[in-house]
């Protein structure tokens, strides 16, 4: 039997449900009500196929989308586009300054992040937190947020953070520490809008800029250096 591969990702089941049944009462009513087809009511038509749309496709799975396998590189967990690239002082997990890279996930991207690179999961954090625009750098750290620190075989630490925006409310994510960590995989997704920092030791080579868009599980990121 030929397998079928998902398209739309489980968390969008009841957001699609709850969408093209509110757009059917809305139309049904509309129709109800005023029974004389205006402009007015293509508008609607227009408008409902569009927010449907839109709902549909944020959920999509990239399944033809091929993971990039090289060795020490840290691939892209995110689509969207880099937003920062500095140095910063990381006080949750390492206490000691980081190369920060972020990515701004607009609603029109694939939500799902991906794992970085192969290694295990050794921390794993939910802070509750504000809502802020996710472009803003205090969303970091004042937004509701995951921490997520993965260690690869040579000790090599990288700290991924999922943070909510201001459109976002809920963030996916299932993770222990020790959980397996194989790149390209899925480890969660965060819902309408949003942000995914990165974490890199400030000797890693970086491969992006501002502005540069990137594909969750395709784009590298950065390389990193021997081991630590």
Same mark, same amino acid.
């Given at each position: ?56 496709? *944020? *959920? ?56 970085? *690179? ?12 504000? *809502? ?97």
């Amino acid at each position: 039997m030929r397998k079928i591969n998902k398209r739309i990702h489980e968390e969008g089941n009841r957001a699609i449900i709850i969408t093209f049944l509110v757009w059917a009462v809305v139309i049904v009513g509309i129709n109800l009500l005023w029974p004389h087809q205006d402009w007015w009511h293509i508008m609607i038509y227009v408008i409902a196929i569009f927010v449907s749309a839109l709902i549909v496709r *944020f *959920f999509r799975i990239p399944i033809h989308r091929k993971t990039t396998i090289m060795e020490n590189a840290v691939i892209s967990p995110a689509d969207g586009e880099i937003a920062a690239n500095e140095i910063v002082m990381e006080d949750e997990y390492f206490h000691e300054e980081r190369r920060q890279i972020s990515i701004f996930m607009s609603i029109y991207n694939v939500h799902i992040n991906f794992f970085p *690179f192969d290694g295990e999961v050794t921390y794993y954090k939910y802070h509750p937190g504000k *809502f802020l625009v996710a472009f803003k750098p205090k969303s970091s750290t004042e937004n509701e947020h995951n921490s997520i620190v993965i260690k690869d075989a040579q000790g090599r630490e990288v700290l991924v953070r999922q943070i909510a925006g201001f459109v976002a409310r809920r963030i996916v994510c299932d993770l222990e520490p020790g959980d397996a960590s194989i790149v390209g995989e899925e480890f969660g997704m965060i819902r309408f809008g949003s942000r995914v920092d990165v974490f890199l030791p400030v000797d890693a080579e970086v491969n992006v800029h501002i502005g540069q868009k990137v594909r969750g599980k395709s784009s590298v990121l950065a390389t990193l250096r021997g081991e630590r």
